[in-house]
């Protein structure tokens, strides 16, 4: 097995939204704002290749929506989801599975391309299934009104128009153990309902992409919930649950979101789980 990161591009998003009722004088140490209260934010995806299998973990926000809707999240930087497949010597068409955490735009908008004519959309990986789960695809299909600017529905219904939706088993407990992509899943409800976190044992270590459950390193705080999640109360707990395993077993957490430390490791401190080192892609992965 060998891991690859995947740089989908670059955005920003309110700060404020980004950290909800945490007061921006303690947020800013560790995610400084413009100002315009914006803060910089990755798509960094996560490329598996497995023997004969090519899985790709999310997609970013993709192309395919309007100069006015790009506007709303000031895109920076020259990286591409292409340009970077391409740098590990990668084309979309290689890709046999896209795995995504979870539906809203900014994680699976890349999966969904405009066909030739611009007429309608279509599938841009034409050689993948795409991968959800029935609990969140019924979420996102049918959304709610507080997440219905997240679930665009050019990004989700040609996924199952095309036919090569597949859907992860929903265990009864928190982790699917041996799931049918080789690598368990933790699945998480405070953020949307069924999001799902992958966990990669990768050379004797276990490589966690954190998704929205921890968007950056400056989350790691129990309070530092996003004014995004539906339940964050319920993020709180999984927060906890989650962080404690990692500091307990020292996995590695894969930041998508996270523009400046790609990969953390976490340790117990008086204070609760805390930041314990940073690490780059290229010293984890090779």
């Known amino acids: 097995m060998q891991l690859y990161p995947i740089n989908a591009g670059n955005f920003k998003l309110d700060g404020g939204a980004m950290f909800g009722v945490v007061p921006k004088s303690l947020w ?34 993709g192309n395919k929506q309007s100069d006015k809707f790009y506007g709303y ?27 995504m955490t979870h539906l809203h735009f900014d994680h699976c908008g890349g999966s969904i391309q405009w066909n030739k004519d611009k007429t309608s959309c279509e ?10 789960n029935s609990s969140h695809w019924k979420w996102a299909a049918e959304p709610n009104r507080r997440e219905k600017a997240s679930f665009l529905k050019e990004n989700i219904l040609p996924m199952q128009d095309s036919g090569q939706l597949k859907f992860i088993s929903v265990p009864n407990d928190k982790i699917l153990k041996n799931s049918e992509l080789e690598f368990d899943i933790f699945f998480a409800d ?26 950056t390193a400056g989350h790691l705080p129990l309070p530092f919930v996003m004014g995004y999640d539906t339940r964050p109360l319920l993020t709180l707990d999984e927060k ?17 979101h996270d523009a400046h430390n790609e990969i953390i490791t976490v340790k117990h401190t008086e204070k609760g789980v805390r930041l314990d080192e940073i690490h780059t892609c290229k010293t984890i992965f090779n």
Not at 35 to 51: K, P
Not at 190 to 215: E, S, V
Not at 240 to 256: P, S
Request: aromatic fraction near 14%; glycine fraction near 4%.
């Open 190 to 215: 405070g953020h949307t309902d069924k999001q799902m976190i992958p966990m990669i044992n990768y050379k004797g270590k276990t490589i966690c992409f954190m998704a929205d459950l921890l968007p």
């Open 73 to 99: 999240y000031f895109l920076w930087g020259d990286d591409t989801l292409d340009k970077s497949l391409a740098s590990h010597g990668f084309h979309r068409d290689d890709i046999t599975d896209v795995f």
């Open 28 to 61: 800013t140490r560790t995610n400084p704002a413009d100002s315009n209260n914006m803060i910089d934010i990755a798509a960094r995806c996560l490329l598996i290749e497995d023997e004969n299998r090519l899985i790709l973990i999310d997609t970013g926000m």
């Open 240 to 256: 906890e649950l989650f962080l404690n395993m990692a500091a307990d077993q020292n996995f590695y957490l894969f930041l998508e």
């Open 123 to 132: 599938p841009a990986f034409k050689n993948a299934y795409f991968w959800s």
